[in-house]
C-alpha cells in the first residue's frame, strides 16, 4: 500500500461557534489524485487551507511525510498551490510569476530560466514570458498558475476550485489537461470542487464531505455505485430516494403497496425500515406492465436535447426523477401517464 | 449651448483670482492694482533675492519633506492596520486617524503652540514636522486605504505558498500592489504641507517660518506685486506637480478605479 504523504489526525477548524472541519480523519496517499467534493460550507476548503497552512486547527494534527507541521506557517510547508481566482501577481510578468517559487528557494538565475522555460512548456505557454497575466485569457491564466505552482516541484499540489471561473467548454478542456499534467508529473494532488463530474473524472479517491466531515471516501465508481449515505447518494448523481419495508430477503414492500424486487447483493432483514436510492438514468419507460414496473404520472419535464428530465409521481405521492435519452419512444407531456421499469440491479440500499 | 455657457462661466468665476494674481505679478509698478499697466519681471527677481523666502522655502523644503518621509510609512502601516488587525473599535481608530479632517486650523496650532512651549521645542523645525504629519496623515491613510481594500488576498497566501516569508510578502507583492495608493498619498501629502499656513503660523518664527507664512508675513509688511510673483510661482509650481503626476503615475486610475 502506498504510504500517506499528508495525514489529518483529528482536525477540528472554528470559526467562533461555526465548526467548519470537525474531527476529520484523512491520509493522501503518494501521487494520488484526492478530491474533496461537497457543497459550499461543507468544509472542503478549510480542510485544504489547513494543509496548506493558510489557517491553524484548533485541534488536530497535519502531518506531511509523517512530520508534525502544524502551526508551521504555509511558506515553509513546500506546497504548491492554485487558486479559484488564479491570484497571479498583477505586477509581474508571466515569466516573474512563474518564477517566484523559484527565486524564493535562491535558485541561480540560470537555472530559474531554464526551468520557467520547462514549466511553461509543461502548460503550452511557450513564448507568453514577457506578458501580464492580465494580457491572457482566463484559461491561459489558470495555466500560468498551476506552472507557479509545479514549476518548484513542490511534495503536494493544492488546487482549490481551479477551473471553477472557466466557462464550460474551457472547463472540459482544462479538466482533461489538469489531469494529463498531474499523471506527467506524478504528484500528490488534492483537488477541491463541488462539481460531482470534475470529481469523478478526475480523481483516483474522492471524499465527500457535508458538515466539516467526511461522508464517505473511496474510488469514483464506488461513491457513485455503492454511496454509504443518503446524503451521498443525493449529492452524486441526483438519486430519487424511496422509502419502504422489506417483505422479504430481496423484496421491499414501498409505501402504497408496489413490491420491488431489489438485487443488491446481500439479504434484507425482513421488516425492517429501508431506503432505497435510484439514478435518473436508470429508470427506463416500460410498454407494457411486468416485474418491478409501476405506474406514474408526469409532474414536470425539461428537455435538454439529448435526453428529457422528467419528475413522475407514483401512486402513493412519492416522486421519482427519470433521465429519458432522446428521441423519447413515446412522447411527453406534463400529466400523462406512463409507466416506469426499475430495474432491480439498479436500487441502491442506503444505511 | 446653455449648458456650454454655464460651464465656462462657472469655469471664470473659479479661475478668475488665480488670473488676477498671475496678471497683477508682471506689474511693472509698486502697488497691487489690477489690471496691471504695463509688463515687468522685477517682483519675480525680488522673490527669488529676498533672503526670508530663500530662508522660508528651505524651511518648506526640510518639513515637507520630512513629514512625508514620516507620514508616508506611519499612514500605510495604519492603513493596512485599519483594514487587516483585529481591531477593536475599528472605526473610532478611522475615526481618530482622520480626525485632523475635522478639527479647526486655530485649534490645532495652539494645541501644538502650547505642547511645543512645554517641552521647549519653540525654536525648532521639529515641531513643524510632527504638526504636518499630523495634518497629512489623513489623507496618506485614507489613499493608502482604498489601495489596500482593492488587495486579493489570495495573492499573498499565493505568495506564502510559494514560500515567500512575510517580510518577503510585504515587499514583494504588497508593498507594490499599493503603489497606487502610495503615489496619490505622496501627492496629496505634498500638496497638503506645502501650502499649510494656519498651525504653521502658531509654531514658527522668523528663522523656522516655511512659505505660506513667509508670505503671510510679507503682506502685513509690503503691498507690492512680490506676494503676487510668488502666489504665481506656486500655483505653477502646484500645476506641474499635478500635470507630472497625471502623466506618469495615471492620476485618472488612482482615482476613479473604486
Known amino acids: ?351 | 449651448m446653455r449648458l456650454r455657457l454655464a460651464v465656462l462661466l462657472l469655469l471664470a468665476f473659479m479661475t478668475l483670482p488665480t488670473v488676477v494674481v498671475i496678471a497683477v505679478s508682471f506689474n511693472p509698478t509698486a502697488i497691487l492694482s489690477f489690471p496691471p499697466a504695463g509688463f515687468s519681471w522685477r517682483w519675480y527677481v525680488n522673490v527669488l533675492t529676498y533672503p526670508q523666502f530663500q530662508r522660508a522655502a528651505w524651511n518648506s523644503l526640510v518639513v515637507t519633506g520630512g513629514a512625508v518621509l514620516l507620514a508616508l510609512p506611519i499612514g500605510t502601516l495604519a492603513a493596512l492596520a485599519l483594514e487587516r488587525a483585529r481591531l477593536r473599535g475599528r472605526a473610532l481608530w478611522a475615526a481618530a486617524l482622520l480626525s485632523p479632517l475635522v478639527v479647526p486650523g486655530v485649534a490645532a496650532g495652539l494645541g501644538f503652540l502650547i505642547l511645543a512651549a512645554a517641552l521647549g521645542l519653540l525654536r525648532s523645525r521639529i515641531v513643524l514636522v510632527v504638526a504636518h504629519v499630523a495634518l497629512v496623515l489623513p489623507f496618506v491613510v485614507r489613499s493608502v486605504w482604498v489601495s489596500v481594500r482593492n488587495l486579493d488576498p489570495a495573492l499573498e497566501r499565493a505568495a506564502a505558498s510559494l514560500g515567500a516569508s512575510p517580510r518577503r510578502i510585504f515587499f514583494r507583492v504588497t508593498l507594490p500592489l499599493l503603489r497606487p495608493g502610495l503615489f496619490a498619498a505622496l501627492l496629496f501629502a505634498v500638496v497638503v504641507s506645502v501650502n499649510e499656513f494656519v498651525v504653521s503660523l502658531f509654531i514658527s518664527n522668523r528663522v523656522t517660518e516655511i512659505l505660506p507664512v513667509a508670505m503671510f508675513n510679507y503682506v502685513v509688511n509690503y503691498t507690492d506685486p512680490t506676494i503676487a510673483a510668488l502666489s504665481s510661482l506656486f500655483i505653477a509650481a502646484t500645476f506641474l506637480v499635478i500635470w507630472l503626476a497625471d502623466r506618469f503615475l495615471d492620476l485618472g486610475r488612482v482615482f476613479l478605479q473604486h
Open chain 1, 1 to 351: 500500500m502506498a504510504r500517506p504523504v499528508v495525514e489529518l489526525r483529528g482536525c477540528t477548524r472554528e470559526y467562533g461557534a461555526l465548526r467548519a472541519v470537525d474531527a476529520l480523519d484523512l491520509a493522501v496517499l503518494e501521487g494520488e489524485f484526492l478530491s474533496l467534493l461537497g457543497p459550499s460550507g461543507c468544509g472542503k476548503t478549510t480542510t485544504l487551507n489547513l494543509i496548506a497552512g493558510f489557517v491553524e486547527p484548533t485541534a488536530g494534527r497535519i502531518l506531511i511525510d509523517g512530520e508534525d507541521v502544524t502551526g508551521r506557517p504555509p511558506h515553509l510547508r513546500g506546497l504548491g498551490v492554485v487558486f479559484q481566482s488564479y491570484a497571479l501577481f498583477p505586477h509581474l510578468t508571466v515569466f516573474e510569476n512563474v518564477a517566484f517559487g523559484l527565486r524564493e528557494r535562491r535558485v541561480p538565475a540560470g537555472a530559474i530560466a531554464q526551468r520557467v522555460k520547462e514549466a511553461l512548456a509543461l502548460v503550452r505557454l511557450e513564448g507568453r514570458e514577457r506578458q501580464r497575466p492580465a494580457q491572457l485569457s482566463g484559461g491561459m491564466q489558470q495555466r500560468v498558475a498551476l506552472a507557479r505552482a509545479l514549476v518548484y516541484r513542490p511534495r503536494v499540489l493544492l488546487l482549490d476550485e481551479p477551473l471553477a471561473a472557466l466557462d464550460k467548454r474551457l472547463r472540459e478542456e482544462m479538466r482533461d489537461e489538469l489531469r494529463a499534467i498531474q499523471r506527467a508529473v506524478g504528484i500528490t494532488t488534492v483537488f477541491v470542487t463541488h462539481d460531482q463530474a470534475e470529481a469523478l473524472g478526475l480523481s483516483d479517491r474522492i471524499a465527500v464531505m457535508q458538515g466539516g466531515r467526511i461522508e464517505q471516501l473511496g474510488v469514483p465508481r464506488e461513491i457513485y455505485e455503492r454511496p454509504a449515505t443518503r446524503f451521498v447518494a443525493d449529492f452524486i448523481g441526483a438519486s430519487t430516494m424511496l422509502r419502504g419495508r422489506a417483505a422479504s430477503g430481496e423484496l421491499v414492500t414501498v409505501t402504497g403497496g408496489v413490491a420491488l424486487r431489489v438485487a443488491v447483493g446481500r439479504v434484507l432483514k425482513v421488516g425492517a425500515e429501508v431506503e432505497l436510492a435510484i439514478r435518473p438514468e436508470r429508470v427506463r419507460l416500460a410498454t407494457a406492465p411486468g416485474d418491478n414496473v409501476v405506474e406514474a404520472e408526469i409532474d414536470a419535464l425539461v428537455y435538454q436535447g439529448a435526453q428529457t428530465e422528467l419528475t413522475a409521481k407514483l401512486a402513493d405521492g412519492q416522486r421519482v426523477r427519470v433521465f429519458v435519452t432522446e428521441p423519447a419512444p413515446i412522447p411527453l407531456a406534463p400529466g400523462q401517464r406512463v409507466r416506469l421499469h426499475l430495474p432491480a440491479d439498479a436500487f441502491m440500499v442506503i444505511g
